[in-house]
């Protein structure tokens, strides 16, 4: 079992409307956790780092929400863009490691 | 753009060859990740260098080797490639030698396609 995992695993959405993508994980205790967006062809960008102390954290229209007591983390986008096409991915941290785990990642489509 | 480069974008070839996929790291970034991550599949962790040196290692097989040279850069190894070998190969860099606490940056990866 995936120590990650992510929902839905796809999603279409209109334009301009706002939606959310969600994470689960079984990673305890952990350091922090990651929202990243992949493009198609293109690396991980960065959207939101939030330690485990953390409740939210904003990047523009991108709000990623944590709840440690029942391992859960979403991300909102609002308004949402074109440009909002891509997969997102959530990594968790373990606490006391330096290692990264993967989600294996929200496709998200947009369309007008 | 990260500022994290790899070359080449696209690799085709043949089972039983040997590739390299090379890494320059964002200026002033001391630590090289490499991940492989292949179709629907979430990010592997492969090795990390810092400074030069192998710092950890993850699900590398032994076919897969990876060195950082002096000037940052670094390259990934892959023979006797076999057709699961297939995948995007990113590369990524940070400052300093823990990932725990720092953004990473990603590059735009290499698609390797065994035939």
């Known amino acids: 079992k995936n120590q990650v995992e992510q929902s839905p695993q796809s999603l279409i959405i209109l334009e301009g409307k706002n939606c959310t993508l969600q994470?689960?994980?079984?990673?305890?205790?952990?350091?922090?956790l990651r929202w990243y967006k992949q493009d198609t062809g293109r690396g991980p960008v960065s959207l939101t780092i939030?330690?485990?102390?953390?409740n939210t954290k904003s990047n523009g229209r991108y709000t990623a929400t944590l709840d440690a007591d029942t391992k859960q983390s979403s991300l909102h986008i609002t308004a949402s863009q074109l440009s909002d096409s891509a997969s997102y991915i959530c990594?968790?941290?373990?606490?006391?490691?330096?290692?990264?785990?993967f989600g294996t990642g929200t496709r998200l489509q947009v369309f007008p | 753009d990260s500022g994290v480069t790899q070359t080449p974008k696209h690799l085709i070839t043949a089972t039983g060859q040997r590739v390299t996929l090379r890494c320059s790291p964002r200026?002033?970034?001391?630590?090289v990740y490499w991940y492989q991550q292949s179709l629907d599949q979430g990010l592997q962790f492969l090795i990390q260098?810092?400074?030069?040196?192998?710092?950890a290692k993850g699900n590398i097989l032994e076919r897969f080797s990876a060195q950082q040279f002096p000037d940052l850069h670094s390259e990934l190894n892959l023979s006797s490639l076999e057709l699961g070998d297939s995948a995007l190969y990113f590369c990524?860099?940070?400052?300093?030698?823990?990932?725990?606490?720092?953004?990473?940056?990603f590059g735009n990866g290499t698609r390797l396609t065994v035939t």
């Open positions: 990524a860099s940070t400052t300093d030698d823990r990932v725990y606490n720092s953004p990473l940056h």
């Open positions: 994470c689960n994980y079984t990673v305890s205790p952990f350091s922090n």
């Open positions: 939030m330690t485990f102390s953390e």
């Open positions: 990594v968790v941290s373990p606490y006391n490691t330096d290692k990264l785990i």
């Open positions: 200026s002033g970034d001391l630590s």
């Open positions: 260098y810092y400074n030069g040196e192998e710092r």
